[in-house]
């Protein structure tokens, strides 16, 4: 019966030092849960900002292709007019012609700008105003003499003109693929932290798991040991209900033996003690 009693104590001793274990691993395990939780929110914002890097290199990327085709359709322009200029000027010939008339023209627009921009004294600004009607008569002539040196003329400023087109697309080509390559360094620079962390959270991961295993074992001890005790209580208390009921039948049985007892004395004419006969009136 003692050894039985041991055994129960020893029992509720181990259930509250597995409680404690239990309890204090699962403190360590929240704190692994949110070193882990910390490490995921971490890599959700880098992922954040490497997609918004991502979404800038693609648009730089979109405008690299814009810009690429434009100027691609710039110089297709400009390799047909060149054809066509070519073709007119074997038809124009006398290259000495043509040249004098790109010298008119030359002169013709450096006294012009001059006039324009420079203070001049008034009989040389005459002066200058009498050389520029000659010159654009010189120049009217030629062109009604030679039509097609003016369409020679139109076609080269098309050219100029359409070539500056195509520099400034260019230009926008290079300085966008510039950012694209920015804004893609940028992003693999964030891709790689997002490893980094990654690699350090499955780290964590496992570290989380092996704790787990260690409080779900000792969890499992707990509650087989907290079975096994609430038996043994259990057994302890219909044990204990036998006892005190066959105390309490052994204790009317003598009752029964003792009144029996007063009552033989009694009829018998023996003096009954006062304790006796309170006895046999509770009996009845």
């Known amino acids: 019966m003692e050894d039985e009693k041991n055994d129960v104590e020893k029992l509720r001793q181990k259930v509250r030092e597995l409680k404690k274990k239990r309890d204090e691993l699962n403190a360590e395990l929240r704190k692994k849960r949110d070193a882990l939780r910390g490490i995921y ?49 074997k038809q124009v010939g006398g290259s000495m012609q043509r040249k004098e008339y790109e010298k008119l023209r030359k002169e013709y627009e450096r006294l012009n700008w001059k006039i324009q921009t420079s203070p001049l004294p ?5 002066a200058f105003v009498r050389k520029l009607e000659e010159l654009e008569f010189q120049i009217r002539e030629y062109e009604s003499q030679r039509p097609m040196e003016s369409e020679v003329v139109k076609i080269e400023q098309e050219i100029k003109q359409i070539r500056q087109g195509a520099d400034s697309h260019h230009k926008a080509l290079l300085q966008s693929s510039e950012e694209g390559e920015v804004f893609h360094e940028e992003m693999h620079k964030l891709y790689k932290k997002v490893d980094e962390k990654s690699a350090k959270a499955k780290e964590l991961e496992a570290a989380f798991l092996e704790e787990k295993k260690a409080v779900d074992g000792v969890h499992n001890d707990f509650i ?34 003792r009144e029996k007892e007063i009552l033989s004395d009694l009829k018998k004419g023996k003096v009954i003690k006062t304790e006796d006969l309170l006895l046999l009136q509770k009996t009845d």
Do not use: P
């Not at 730089?60 to 073709?87: F, G, P, T, W, Y």
């Open 41 to 89: 929110k971490e890599i959700d914002k880098i992922l954040g900002e490497a997609n918004a890097q991502k979404k800038k290199r693609d648009e730089a990327n979109k405008k690299v292709s814009e810009s690429k085709a434009k100027r691609d359709v710039s110089n297709k322009k400009i390799a047909e007019l060149n054809k066509k200029l070519s073709e007119l000027k």
């Open 122 to 126: 008034k009989d040389k600004e005459l």
């Open 224 to 257: 087989e040991v907290l079975k096994e005790l609430k038996e043994k209580e259990g057994k302890e208390v219909v044990r204990t209900k036998k006892t005190k009921e066959a105390e309490v039948k052994k204790l009317k049985k003598e009752q029964k033996m």
